[in-house]
T-cell receptor, first 116, second 110 residues
Framework: GAVVSQHPSWVICKSGTSVKIECRSL??????MFWYRQFPKQSLMLMAT?????????EQGVEKDKFLINHASLTLSTLTVTSAHPEDSSFYIC????????????FGEGSRLTVL | SQQGEEDPQALSIQEGENATMNCSYK?????LQWYRQNSGRGLVHLIL?????REKHSGRLRVTLDTSKKSSSLLITASRAADTASYFC??????????FGAGTRLTVKP
Protein backbone atom coordinates (compact mmCIF):
# COMPACT_ATOMS: atom_id res chain seq x y z
CA GLY A 1 0.00 0.00 0.00
CA ALA A 2 0.94 3.64 -0.33
CA VAL A 3 3.06 5.02 2.49
CA VAL A 4 3.17 8.61 3.64
CA SER A 5 5.95 9.64 5.98
CA GLN A 6 5.71 12.72 8.15
CA HIS A 7 8.58 14.32 10.02
CA PRO A 8 9.17 15.30 12.74
CA SER A 9 6.72 13.30 14.81
CA TRP A 10 6.97 15.83 17.57
CA VAL A 11 8.62 19.19 18.05
CA ILE A 12 8.88 21.70 20.86
CA CYS A 13 9.81 25.24 20.04
CA LYS A 14 9.92 28.67 21.58
CA SER A 15 7.32 31.27 20.81
CA GLY A 16 8.29 33.36 17.79
CA THR A 17 10.27 30.68 16.00
CA SER A 18 9.29 28.89 12.81
CA VAL A 19 8.81 25.17 12.47
CA LYS A 20 8.85 23.11 9.30
CA ILE A 21 6.97 19.83 8.96
CA GLU A 22 7.64 17.51 6.04
CA CYS A 23 5.24 15.13 4.36
CA ARG A 24 6.64 12.60 1.91
CA SER A 25 4.99 10.00 -0.28
CA LEU A 26 7.45 7.13 -0.16
CA UNK A 27 6.36 4.77 -2.89
CA UNK A 28 4.08 6.84 -5.06
CA UNK A 29 3.82 10.29 -6.54
CA UNK A 30 1.45 12.80 -5.03
CA UNK A 31 0.58 15.86 -7.04
CA UNK A 32 -1.81 16.79 -4.28
CA MET A 33 -1.41 16.55 -0.52
CA PHE A 34 -3.68 17.72 2.26
CA TRP A 35 -2.75 19.33 5.57
CA TYR A 36 -4.97 19.03 8.63
CA ARG A 37 -4.94 20.26 12.15
CA GLN A 38 -6.39 18.28 15.03
CA PHE A 39 -7.03 19.42 18.57
CA PRO A 40 -7.30 16.85 21.38
CA LYS A 41 -10.35 14.64 21.11
CA GLN A 42 -11.57 16.55 18.09
CA SER A 43 -11.82 15.92 14.39
CA LEU A 44 -9.38 16.75 11.63
CA MET A 45 -9.84 20.21 10.19
CA LEU A 46 -8.59 20.64 6.66
CA MET A 47 -6.19 23.57 6.53
CA ALA A 48 -5.05 23.57 2.94
CA THR A 49 -4.56 21.58 -0.21
CA UNK A 50 -0.97 21.44 -1.40
CA UNK A 51 -0.50 21.31 -5.16
CA UNK A 52 2.78 20.32 -6.79
CA UNK A 53 4.16 23.14 -8.86
CA UNK A 54 1.51 25.68 -7.91
CA UNK A 55 0.19 27.61 -4.96
CA UNK A 56 -1.61 25.88 -2.16
CA UNK A 57 -5.33 26.33 -1.70
CA UNK A 58 -6.19 27.41 1.81
CA GLU A 59 -9.44 26.81 3.65
CA GLN A 60 -11.40 29.75 4.88
CA GLY A 61 -9.97 31.19 8.07
CA VAL A 62 -6.49 29.70 7.61
CA GLU A 63 -3.79 32.34 7.37
CA LYS A 64 -1.61 31.60 4.37
CA ASP A 65 1.19 33.81 5.66
CA LYS A 66 1.13 31.97 8.96
CA PHE A 67 1.07 28.47 7.52
CA LEU A 68 3.38 28.38 4.53
CA ILE A 69 2.99 25.39 2.26
CA ASN A 70 5.45 24.34 -0.39
CA HIS A 71 5.03 21.37 -2.70
CA ALA A 72 8.32 21.39 -4.52
CA SER A 73 8.32 17.86 -5.86
CA LEU A 74 5.95 15.01 -6.58
CA THR A 75 6.86 13.35 -3.31
CA LEU A 76 7.32 16.18 -0.83
CA SER A 77 5.13 18.84 0.70
CA THR A 78 6.18 21.02 3.61
CA LEU A 79 4.17 23.02 6.10
CA THR A 80 6.00 25.83 7.88
CA VAL A 81 4.36 27.37 10.92
CA THR A 82 5.85 30.83 11.00
CA SER A 83 6.34 32.87 14.15
CA ALA A 84 4.71 30.15 16.18
CA HIS A 85 2.68 30.99 19.27
CA PRO A 86 1.28 28.75 22.00
CA GLU A 87 -2.13 28.73 20.32
CA ASP A 88 -0.50 27.06 17.31
CA SER A 89 0.25 24.04 19.46
CA SER A 90 -1.63 21.17 17.88
CA PHE A 91 -1.38 17.89 16.03
CA TYR A 92 -0.73 18.43 12.33
CA ILE A 93 -1.40 15.61 9.88
CA CYS A 94 -0.88 15.30 6.15
CA UNK A 95 -2.49 12.96 3.66
CA UNK A 96 -2.30 12.13 0.00
CA UNK A 97 -4.51 10.23 -2.42
CA UNK A 98 -2.95 7.08 -3.80
CA UNK A 99 -2.33 6.23 -7.41
CA UNK A 100 -4.52 5.35 -9.08
CA UNK A 101 -6.85 7.55 -7.09
CA UNK A 102 -9.47 5.27 -5.60
CA UNK A 103 -10.74 7.91 -3.21
CA UNK A 104 -8.76 6.51 -0.30
CA UNK A 105 -6.43 8.87 1.50
CA UNK A 106 -3.11 7.79 2.97
CA PHE A 107 -2.07 9.62 6.10
CA GLY A 108 1.22 10.48 7.69
CA GLU A 109 1.71 9.66 11.34
CA GLY A 110 1.21 13.25 12.36
CA SER A 111 3.42 15.88 13.97
CA ARG A 112 2.72 17.16 17.45
CA LEU A 113 3.80 20.77 17.82
CA THR A 114 4.19 22.34 21.23
CA VAL A 115 5.00 26.02 21.35
CA LEU A 116 6.30 27.26 24.67
CA SER B 1 -16.67 23.07 7.59
CA GLN B 2 -17.22 19.68 9.11
CA GLN B 3 -19.61 17.44 7.25
CA GLY B 4 -19.94 14.05 8.86
CA GLU B 5 -21.14 13.77 12.40
CA GLU B 6 -20.62 10.56 14.29
CA ASP B 7 -22.50 9.21 17.22
CA PRO B 8 -22.01 8.18 19.86
CA GLN B 9 -19.08 10.41 20.76
CA ALA B 10 -17.77 7.68 23.02
CA LEU B 11 -18.52 4.00 23.30
CA SER B 12 -17.24 1.53 25.86
CA ILE B 13 -17.84 -2.19 25.45
CA GLN B 14 -16.47 -5.53 26.57
CA GLU B 15 -14.25 -7.65 24.38
CA GLY B 16 -16.32 -9.93 22.20
CA GLU B 17 -19.25 -7.55 21.95
CA ASN B 18 -20.22 -5.76 18.78
CA ALA B 19 -19.66 -2.03 18.35
CA THR B 20 -21.90 0.13 16.19
CA MET B 21 -21.06 3.67 15.24
CA ASN B 22 -23.18 5.98 13.15
CA CYS B 23 -22.40 8.85 10.84
CA SER B 24 -24.70 11.47 9.39
CA TYR B 25 -23.87 13.96 6.70
CA LYS B 26 -25.52 16.91 5.03
CA UNK B 27 -24.70 17.23 1.37
CA UNK B 28 -24.30 15.04 -1.72
CA UNK B 29 -21.45 12.59 -1.74
CA UNK B 30 -19.65 10.30 -4.16
CA UNK B 31 -18.46 8.02 -1.41
CA LEU B 32 -18.23 7.71 2.33
CA GLN B 33 -15.15 6.41 4.07
CA TRP B 34 -14.36 5.19 7.56
CA TYR B 35 -10.97 5.71 9.14
CA ARG B 36 -9.42 4.61 12.37
CA GLN B 37 -7.00 6.62 14.50
CA ASN B 38 -5.01 5.29 17.40
CA SER B 39 -4.20 7.92 19.99
CA GLY B 40 -1.54 10.34 18.76
CA ARG B 41 -1.18 8.63 15.41
CA GLY B 42 -2.25 9.18 11.82
CA LEU B 43 -5.43 7.83 10.32
CA VAL B 44 -5.74 4.45 8.70
CA HIS B 45 -8.29 3.81 5.99
CA LEU B 46 -10.76 1.06 6.86
CA ILE B 47 -13.38 0.94 4.17
CA LEU B 48 -14.90 3.00 1.38
CA UNK B 49 -18.50 2.68 0.30
CA UNK B 50 -19.73 4.36 -2.86
CA UNK B 51 -22.95 6.30 -3.08
CA UNK B 52 -24.56 3.57 -5.19
CA UNK B 53 -23.71 0.86 -2.67
CA ARG B 54 -25.79 -0.01 0.37
CA GLU B 55 -23.59 -2.39 2.30
CA LYS B 56 -19.98 -3.46 2.34
CA HIS B 57 -17.98 -5.95 4.35
CA SER B 58 -14.32 -6.21 5.19
CA GLY B 59 -13.31 -8.83 7.72
CA ARG B 60 -15.07 -7.98 11.00
CA LEU B 61 -16.24 -4.65 9.60
CA ARG B 62 -19.63 -4.04 8.10
CA VAL B 63 -20.61 -0.67 6.70
CA THR B 64 -24.03 0.42 5.55
CA LEU B 65 -25.00 3.52 3.66
CA ASP B 66 -28.45 5.06 3.38
CA THR B 67 -28.25 8.00 1.02
CA SER B 68 -31.93 8.85 1.52
CA LYS B 69 -31.26 9.42 5.20
CA LYS B 70 -27.72 10.68 4.60
CA SER B 71 -26.37 8.27 7.14
CA SER B 72 -23.94 5.41 7.48
CA SER B 73 -23.10 2.90 10.15
CA LEU B 74 -19.93 1.01 10.98
CA LEU B 75 -20.30 -2.29 12.79
CA ILE B 76 -17.30 -4.01 14.32
CA THR B 77 -18.16 -7.56 15.26
CA ALA B 78 -16.49 -9.63 17.97
CA SER B 79 -14.51 -6.64 19.17
CA ARG B 80 -11.01 -6.95 20.56
CA ALA B 81 -9.03 -4.76 22.93
CA ALA B 82 -6.87 -3.81 19.94
CA ASP B 83 -9.92 -2.21 18.32
CA THR B 84 -9.70 0.57 20.91
CA ALA B 85 -9.29 3.74 18.85
CA SER B 86 -11.18 6.71 17.44
CA TYR B 87 -13.23 6.08 14.35
CA PHE B 88 -14.05 8.81 11.85
CA CYS B 89 -16.31 8.95 8.87
CA UNK B 90 -15.31 11.13 5.95
CA UNK B 91 -17.54 12.33 3.17
CA UNK B 92 -17.22 14.41 0.07
CA UNK B 93 -17.44 14.55 -3.65
CA UNK B 94 -13.72 14.14 -4.12
CA UNK B 95 -10.48 14.15 -2.14
CA UNK B 96 -10.31 17.94 -2.13
CA UNK B 97 -13.71 18.10 -0.58
CA UNK B 98 -13.27 15.37 2.04
CA UNK B 99 -14.51 16.33 5.46
CA PHE B 100 -14.21 14.38 8.68
CA GLY B 101 -16.69 14.00 11.47
CA ALA B 102 -15.92 14.47 15.14
CA GLY B 103 -15.30 10.77 15.60
CA THR B 104 -16.38 8.05 17.98
CA ARG B 105 -13.92 7.07 20.69
CA LEU B 106 -14.24 3.33 21.14
CA THR B 107 -12.89 1.59 24.20
CA VAL B 108 -12.90 -2.20 24.23
CA LYS B 109 -12.26 -3.58 27.68
CA PRO B 110 -10.44 -6.92 27.89
Amino acid sequence: GAVVSQHPSWVICKSGTSVKIECRSLDFQATTMFWYRQFPKQSLMLMATSNEGSKATYEQGVEKDKFLINHASLTLSTLTVTSAHPEDSSFYICSAPGQPNTGELFFGEGSRLTVL
Amino acid sequence: SQQGEEDPQALSIQEGENATMNCSYKTSINNLQWYRQNSGRGLVHLILIRSNEREKHSGRLRVTLDTSKKSSSLLITASRAADTASYFCATGLNNNDMRFGAGTRLTVKP
